[in-house]
């Protein structure tokens, strides 16, 4: 889209509505080039809806934006970058909200979570923090494997299991205190109260000298004290990895399976009273693709001797140069020549001997025509650049 530059060549008689929908059209082409250069993002389309403001308007109207991202192959946007979007066109529209700022990726699905949480599925959110989690680990565990094979090939897979639920413990205990002589007290006595109530009866008082029998009554002690209390309150937000259980598979020739399980587990903090597990494979590297139709070393030659002259018919074996395909052909073509030879020689020797009278063998100038022969056949159907 058209960015500021819409505004070089400014006619003077534009209308003032006219300078507001370029300003509009300029603003969003603008942030849809930055939303644009993000890693992973092939193209972004950016929708403005800028209210008009005026002393005369009762109710104020806030501005919103819907921002629309379209995916290379492969890539997602994590809600760091979401976020990162969100706060990019609140920075850059005035007066509006982050959320007021809707971001959708190419298939319709709304990328954005709303504050309330109201039209959010609860489901998605904690799928979301499950993939954030795995894939931290997955590119936390390849960045080390290239660091120590960086020829070798690796799988992996990470299964995290969160706790994704908004616990709040509370706990008060009674505090004991200590008296002195090194016991421990429910509490600090406060205040100590006694009272004592008689039984009013109208029998008169024993005599002088006489000593008073047991009064009758009732006595009341009142004792307070001052327990301490501790309150403590824990609360686990929702994330808390309850178990990590991962599996990689190496094809690499210079890893070892021990090696590789330690510095996995190492990686991801397992703990085997947590019940974590790490499963490691390896197989062995790729072969060569010339190795299995590697028939001769370099620089061995297979020759067909001369009947007569001891010639060799066939030059030198293949070249380090030559592919696996055209190294076949040379072969064939060597086996091939070889029973032509033969079949030609048993017929010219056939020939000879029904056509003269006496028969003879032929001589070694019919032999080297021959082999000339069968020499200048193998050069022709020789591949080009053999």
Do not use: C
């Not at 009762?58 to 976020?83: D, F, K, S």
């Not at 959110?125 to 020829?151: C, H, Q, S, T």
């Not at 205040?191 to 009341?220: C, I, K, L, M």
């Amino acid at each position: 889209g058209v960015g500021f530059e819409l505004f070089n060549n400014t006619d003077f008689s534009t209308t003032e509505f006219t300078q507001k929908i370029n300003y509009q059209r300029a603003l969003q082409g603008e942030l849809a080039r930055t939303v644009s250069s993000i890693d992973g993002v092939a193209s972004a389309r950016v929708h403005l809806v800028l209210p008009e403001s005026g002393f005369l308007r009762r109710q104020a109207v806030r501005p919103t934006a819907a921002v629309t991202v379209a995916m290379e192959a492969g890539a997602q946007l994590n809600q760091g970058q979401v976020q990162g979007i969100q706060k990019l066109v609140a920075a850059t529209v005035p007066s509006i909200m982050i959320d007021d700022i809707a971001v959708l990726d190419q298939e319709g699905v709304a990328l954005t979570r709303t504050k309330s949480g109201v039209d959010d599925n609860p489901a998605n959110g904690r799928l979301d923090v499950k993939r954030e989690v795995d894939a931290y680990f997955e590119n936390k565990i390849k960045r080390l494997l290239a660091n120590m094979d960086p020829a070798g090939e690796f799988g992996i897979s990470v299964d995290a299991t969160l706790s994704l639920d908004d616990v709040k413990v509370t706990t008060e205990d009674v505090l004991p205190v200590d008296n002195g002589n090194g016991a421990k007290t429910t509490g600090v006595l406060v205040r100590e109260r006694q009272s004592q109530r008689h039984d009013g009866s109208g029998a008169a008082g024993p005599a002088a000298g006489v000593a008073s029998g047991p009064s009758s009554g009732s006595v009341t002690r009142e004792v307070e004290y001052k327990v301490g209390h501790r309150i403590e309150q824990v609360a686990t937000s929702p994330g808390g990895i309850v178990r990590v259980s991962v599996a990689v598979i190496a094809r690499a020739d210079h890893v070892d399976m021990a090696t590789v399980k330690d510095m996995v587990s190492h990686a991801v903090g397992a703990d085997a009273d947590r019940g974590d597990s790490v499963s490691v494979v390896v197989l062995p590297g790729p072969r060569s693709s010339g190795a299995a139709l590697d028939f001769h070393s370099p620089g061995s030659s297979t020759a067909i001797p001369s009947a007569s002259s001891g010639r060799a018919l066939a030059r030198q074996g293949p070249h380090d140069g030559q592919s696996p395909a055209q190294r076949v052909v040379t072969v064939i073509a060597w086996f091939t020549g070889l029973v032509l030879l033969l079949v030609l020689a048993w017929l010219a020797i056939r020939r000879g001997s029904a056509q003269a009278a006496q028969p003879h063998e032929p001589t070694p100038r019919d032999i080297d025509q021959i082999v000339n022969r069968i020499n200048g056949w193998l050069d022709e159907g020789k591949p080009h650049g053999a």
